[in-house]
């Protein structure tokens, strides 16, 4: 009980107390809001540092393992390409190594072959020695052979003089000048002794003076005596030349045959004329009387002439058949002998058997 | 008067007109009568026997009027202008073989001395006429035109192609197959003439089928003969690549190197020149010539010849050795270098040196082999001399200058290079000097050689302007010595000792 007591005695200051109290409270009630609102700006504060910080911290971690990520993949990329970039070098120095033991070989084989270059030149000396050879061997031959054609030269020269100065040779009682008495003979003098004399062209050799017969009687030309005939004989056993050569006996006999006169040119050219003649000649013989057999019509006698009717009138002039086209002088060309006959000759026939040539032989 | 006198009065003048031509033909053949014939006015009285009566003494005639026109010009002319050539070329067509030989005797002797005569010729329509007389049965007619066919077209390319026109060519290829020596001679010189003057002249002849006739005829043994075929087959193969090798497809390889070794002289030259003018065209022609032997023939036949007929074959030496470095090579082998150096030396012609300098200059520009080649046979003091000597030709001097340019470019070989340094120019001292410097870093043998046979110190006494490149090339070539050597060479040196002696205070 007590306490009510208590309590009731204090119950006025209630009112006092609670508008003191409310009073200081007022009074304090600024700082305190202030400082309360002090504490939870700074509380707040630091909350929301902490939730910054909290947020930092997480964006750190974020960011770090982002940039890992990125940073690996960035380092497996320079990886694979410094790995490509190796092989690559690799590959490129092995394909130098290659290409430059191809080139060294290519080179030396294809474009500039030192051995065979060499081989080449030595070739090129040996052919120039066996030309070299060759020609002095040429050279040395032809000098040779016309060395050997002046020697022969020479040597028918002195033979050709000796045969002409061959009245020089001495006789017994004369010594000719070559065989002086004083002294050994002079070569020339063997060389006269030697040869045969050189013998001026004889007599048979000249031309032919045959007296030359009249001609002008046909059958004189058909004379054997006027074409040239050899006076030496060949000779009985002489053996056939070697060679596509024919046999002497034809060759001689071609060469110097008779004249033998075709058909036509031995019938006279009167022979058609004679025939007639004779002909005739036998017919009047046989003949009983010579009156010539009349015809009986008289038709063709009276006929008159009709001329041309360009040559009718003379106001034409000169018309157009009758002065150019016509001779002038029909007389000149015509006479009154008539063509005469000649056999027409048969050529073939001419000359079967008698051509030199084998033509067409079949044996 | 009788008959028989009137008729004596005949036969008096035709004897002494027959002795007057006689004589007068026979004076012509000596040169010393023929100005008093000229002066006694023997061509107005020939000219009216050319229309006499009887054969002979036309025959006589002509050929009287034919040994005066070969002696000089101003008779050709005389002959030209006297109204002579229409009558001849008339006579020409009608008249026996000895009138026709002496008609073409008369036009060969004016047409040879001047284009315009030859011209008067062609003008007056005689080559018809020579060309009909071309086909002849007798050779000695045919010869005579075919003489005067080829005189008339040596002088240039539009009587050639007037002669050609007239249908010569055939003629003449046929005549070369006759078998009369001379006939084929003249006919050989006919077409030589004709192909001379150009390309298309050349394919006329060819294509006339002569090449393959010609060529055979290289192995006949009549000198004046091969003379005239080998210069006709160069006239046709000078031209172009293809008559060239149409010439060589006429397998006149090794045949022709037989005519290098002939007696006769000029047979040898006209060889050498057709093998020259088959070589110079391209590379693959010189290696088919090179391939037979030929290089070593040409060689040999210089070594055997003097003069001009040496020239043809020198300068073959220098077309084959230019078309490439094997070429080249192999006249080095075939030693060819020494004989080239003989005739630089010997010969006594500038046109000849020149060549030779040409050749040799040509063989050492490929490679310091080649040049090695050419200054061991001591060629290149020769060329300097020529090239420094004040009565060579400008030629010489420039084809000398050339050659040894050409030579030093690639010249390793030192020892020859060593008396350049002492009388060469200043122009030739650099690429001299320039040598040196390339060689000496690398070989001390070398370098040794040098100081002994005193080159370094020419090199010291050389003056250079500083900068140029004389004097960079010094430099190269002291930086391969130790500094005392190169002090102890330089110009002045015993100066600079003797002023140290004086200099110098005695130890006491």
């Given amino acids: ?363 | 008067m009788s008959q028989r006198q009137v008729l004596q009065v005949f036969e008096q003048y035709q004897k002494a007109r027959t002795q007057f031509v006689q004589m007068v033909a026979e004076l012509a053949t000596r040169p010393q009568n023929i100005e008093t014939l000229q002066n006694a006015g023997v061509m107005s009285l020939l000219r009216p026997l050319l229309l006499d009566v009887v054969p002979t003494i036309q025959q006589t005639a002509a050929l009287a009027l034919g040994r005066l026109a070969n002696y000089n010009d101003d008779l050709a002319e005389a002959v030209v202008k006297g109204d002579i050539l229409p009558q001849l070329v008339y006579s020409l067509a009608e008249q026996n073989r000895f009138y026709k030989k002496a008609a073409a005797f008369v036009l060969r002797a004016v047409g040879k001395h001047s284009p315009q005569l030859a011209q008067a010729i062609v003008d007056c329509g005689a080559l018809d006429t020579l060309v009909v007389c071309l086909e002849d049965f007798d050779p000695g007619v045919k010869e005579a035109s075919a003489w005067a066919l080829g005189y008339i077209a040596r002088h240039n390319g539009e009587l050639s192609q007037a002669v050609v026109d007239a249908g010569a060519v055939p003629l003449l290829v046929l005549c070369i197959q006759e078998p009369e020596i001379a006939l084929k001679r003249i006919a050989a010189s006919a077409l030589s003439d004709i192909s001379k003057h150009s390309p298309e002249l050349a394919q006329t002849v060819v294509d006339a089928g002569a090449i393959a006739h010609l060529a055979q005829m290289i192995l006949n043994l009549d000198a004046k003969l091969k003379r005239q075929v080998l210069s006709a087959l160069s006239q046709i193969a000078k031209h172009s690549v293809d008559l060239a090798e149409m010439v060589v497809e006429a397998e006149i390889f090794p045949v022709v190197l037989t005519c290098l070794k002939d007696k006769d002289e000029y047979v040898k030259k006209n060889a050498s020149t057709l093998i020259r003018e088959i070589a110079k065209h391209t590379p693959e022609l010189s290696q088919l010539i090179v391939n037979a032997g030929g290089v070593a023939a040409v060689i040999d036949c210089i070594g055997s010849c003097k003069g001009n007929i040496r020239l043809p074959g020198i300068m073959m030496l220098g077309y084959v050795a230019a078309h490439s470095e094997n070429l080249a090579m192999a006249v080095i082998i075939s030693k060819g270098v020494p004989q080239l150096a003989i005739c630089l030396s010997e010969e006594s012609e500038d046109h000849i040196k020149a060549a030779a300098a040409w050749a040799l200059g040509q063989i050492g520009r490929h490679t310091p082999e080649h040049a090695r080649a050419v200054a061991v046979t001591n060629a290149l003091p020769i060329l300097l001399s020529l090239y420094m000597s004040q009565d060579s030709s400008e030629d010489l001097q420039i084809k000398s200058k050339k050659a040894i340019k050409n030579i030093l470019q690639k010249c390793t070989y030192l020892p020859a290079l060593e008396p350049f340094l002492y009388d060469a120019p200043p122009n030739i001292l650099k690429h001299v000097v320039g040598q040196f410097s390339k060689v000496l870093p690398h070989d001390s043998k070398a370098r040794r050689l040098f100081v002994t046979s005193g080159g370094l110190k020419k090199v010291q006494e050389i003056k250079a302007e500083p900068g140029s490149l004389l004097q960079e090339y010094i430099n190269n070539i002291n930086n391969c010595y130790p500094e005392e050597i190169v002090r102890y060479y330089s110009p002045g040196y015993s100066e600079t000792l003797l002023q140290r002696v004086d200099s110098y205070q005695p130890l006491v």
């Fill in chain 1, 1 to 363: 009980m007590a306490t009510l007591v208590s309590l009731q005695s204090r119950l006025p200051l209630i009112d006092c107390q609670y508008y003191y109290r409310n009073r200081t409270v007022d009074g304090y009630r600024k700082k305190e809001y202030k400082a309360a609102v002090k504490i939870q700006s700074w509380f707040r504060g630091c909350r929301v540092r902490a939730y910054i910080r909290y947020l930092n911290k997480m964006m750190t971690v974020i960011q770090k393992w982002w940039r890992g990520y990125l940073g690996r993949k960035h380092y497996r990329q320079m990886v694979k390409t410094a790995y490509l970039t190796m092989k690559m070098n690799f590959y490129n120095e092995m394909a130098v190594r290659i290409q430059k033991r191809w080139r060294g070989f290519k080179i030396r084989k294809y474009c500039f072959n030192y051995y065979y270059l060499k081989e080449y030149l030595r070739a090129i000396s040996d052919t120039n020695q066996a030309i070299r050879e060759a020609l002095e061997e040429f050279a040395e031959m032809r000098g040779r052979e016309k060395k050997k054609a002046d020697l022969e030269k020479e040597e028918k020269r002195k033979q050709n003089q000796a045969r002409k100065t061959h009245y020089l040779l001495s006789t017994k009682q004369i010594p000719g000048i070559y065989n002086s008495p004083f002294r050994d003979p002079d070569p020339m003098e063997f060389e006269i002794r030697k040869v045969r004399a050189f013998q001026m062209p004889s007599a048979a050799h000249q031309i032919q003076q045959t007296d030359y017969e009249d001609l002008s009687t046909w059958l004189a030309c058909t004379s054997k005596r006027s074409f040239p005939r050899s006076d030496i004989l060949p000779p009985i056993n002489r053996k056939q030349c070697q060679g596509p050569f024919r046999d002497i006996a034809e060759v001689l006999q071609q060469r110097y045959k008779p004249l033998q006169p075709t058909l036509r040119v031995a019938t006279s050219i009167n022979s058609e004329k004679d025939a007639r003649e004779e002909l005739r000649r036998e017919e009047w013989n046989n003949r009983v009387h010579d009156n010539v057999f009349l015809p009986f019509s008289s038709f063709s006698k009276n006929e008159k002439y009709v001329p041309m009717v360009q040559t009718s009138t003379k106001y034409n002039g000169i018309s157009y058949a009758q002065k150019q086209f016509q001779e002038e002088e029909p007389t000149k060309w015509m006479s009154n002998k008539t063509f005469q006959t000649v056999f027409p000759p048969f050529v073939l026939f001419d000359k079967y058997g008698k051509v030199y040539s084998r033509a067409g032989e079949i044996a």
